[in-house]
């Protein structure tokens, strides 16, 4: 039996606690929210960069990021919607774009190959990195304008993921750009 990763590990604690922002969005606690989401970024921030820097990378720690990326966001969601119904009601169209847009490359994906992706494509880290940290000012009601701008960068990332979809002969993890997905139908 394999020894399960500490970047897996990370992954699974993000699992694991991202229920927690409902919990705390039901008890109306905006600080503990914040400050468990934004460990939550942090982790899925940390997970990846440790299975680089310690070659540990698996198709089982992308599959467990993804899970844990997807559990995190609706949690999120779902928890803000509890504390910040105001502000929320104000930014409905994009929060709906949010799952919308995710949902979409994903389900093509499971169409083509009966798997979700895990593609972890440049523009998605980038995206999701934005949208993070945009979703996090947002209900600390710092600015809601760098979360408004992730999901154009969102919009972006799930046309290439799509794209990716379209062009892979078979489901790969980690591919990084539309055009390494072209290179691998190539060969």
């Not at 960069?49 to 070659?55: E, F, I, N």
């Not at 154009?152 to 062009?167: D, K, N, R, Y």
Request: glycine share 8%; proline share 5%.
């Amino acid at each position: 039996m394999k020894k399960i990763t500490l970047p897996n590990e990370i992954s699974l604690v993000r699992i694991i606690l991202s229920p927690a922002l409902v919990l705390i969005g039901f008890l109306n606690r905006p600080t503990g929210f914040l400050i468990l989401f934004g460990v939550l970024l942090i982790s899925d921030f940390l997970d990846g960069l440790l299975a680089r820097k310690l070659h540990q990378q698996t198709r089982l720690g992308t599959q467990l990021d993804t899970l844990g990326d997807v559990l995190m966001a609706l949690c999120a969601i779902a928890g803000a919607w509890l504390i910040w119904t105001d502000v929320l009601n104000a930014e409905a169209p994009f929060f709906i774009a949010v799952p919308v847009l995710l949902g979409l490359s994903g389900i093509i994906s499971f169409l083509k190959f009966r798997k979700f992706p895990s593609y972890h494509a440049w523009t998605a880290k980038i995206s999701t990195s934005f949208l993070g940290i945009g979703a996090w000012l947002l209900f600390a009601g710092i600015t809601p304008w760098l979360f408004r701008i992730a999901l154009g960068l969102l919009a972006l990332s799930a046309l290439e993921g799509i794209l990716i979809t379209l062009a892979l002969p078979e489901w790969y993890p980690d591919i990084p750009t539309v055009f390494h997905a072209i290179r691998k139908r190539r060969r």
